[in-house]
Structure formats: structure tokens, C-alpha cells
């Protein structure tokens, strides 16, 4: 009996390993994005004034359960993290959304504070099992 090993085409490895260029993203562009996320937020806390106060407001509601969930999802090729990280964004804004209103507390800063809540939980969740990992490892060398 003979059996056939199946190698992948190059243009799907190749499609799969990231993003075009192969480079992750500068950590100058992910501190500017940060930067305007944060602004989203505090312009939301203080209040309207500035006209592009929605649009910020919109990313940081994206950004972060998003970013949370993506580096959770370190181990996955960029696309899957991405498609990952936006449904994510969709589902706690909805429900922080429904919850808010079933309580009767909506209005953006509210929901600004819990989807910022809902993503700090989950990225301290992240950190937490990262940290508790390293430590395994690190006692299982030693001892």
C-alpha cells in the first residue's frame, strides 16, 4: 500500500504567512494607534466638542475588544485574527449595548467605561495566563 503525502502550494503559504511584506506592524504605528484610541476614549469621558469625537469614539469601541482578543489569538495567521478580534468587537458592543438599556443606564460614556472594562478583562485574563506560563516553564528548568 502506497501512501501520498500532500504538500501545500507555495502561493497558499505564502498567502497565509502574514502580511504582504512578511514585517509585523512597527511599534511607532501601533503606539500612534494607541494614541488614537486613547483620545476616543477621554474625548467620550470629557465630552463632546471636537468634531471628529464620533469617529474616535467608534474606534476605540472597536479597538478595544478587539486588541484584546487579537493578541489572545497570538498563535493564528493575521487574516483569522483580524475576522476574530471584529466579530469579538461586534458581540461585547452589542451586548454591553443590550445591557445597558435593559438596566436603563445607556449613554456613550457608560458604554464607552464598559467595553473598556470588558476589554481590560480580557486582556488581563491574556497576561495573567501568559505570565503563569512562563513561570511553569521557568520552574520546570530549574527544578
Do not use: Y
Not at 457608560?110 to 497576561?127: D, F, H, N, P
Amino acid at each position: 500500500m502506497q501512501t501520498i503525502g500532500m504538500k501545500p502550494s507555495s502561493s497558499l503559504t505564502e498567502r497565509h504567512r502574514g502580511s504582504p511584506g512578511g514585517e509585523a506592524p512597527t511599534p511607532l504605528l501601533a503606539a500612534a494607534w494607541c494614541a488614537v484610541v486613547a483620545a476616543g476614549a477621554l474625548l467620550t469621558l470629557t465630552g463632546p466638542g471636537a468634531p471628529w469625537h464620533s469617529a474616535l469614539t467608534f474606534l476605540f469601541l472597536a479597538a478595544a475588544p478587539g486588541g484584546a482578543v487579537a493578541l489572545a489569538l497570538a498563535g493564528l495567521d493575521p487574516w483569522t485574527r483580524a475576522v476574530a478580534a471584529l466579530g469579538t468587537a461586534l458581540a461585547v458592543n452589542t451586548l454591553v449595548a443590550q445591557a445597558l438599556l435593559m438596566l436603563g443606564a445607556w449613554s456613550a460614556r457608560t458604554g464607552v467605561v464598559a467595553v473598556g472594562a470588558a476589554g481590560w478583562l480580557v486582556l488581563t485574563g491574556v497576561l495573567a495566563g501568559r505570565f503563569a506560563r512562563r513561570r511553569r516553564v521557568a520552574r520546570g528548568r530549574v527544578g
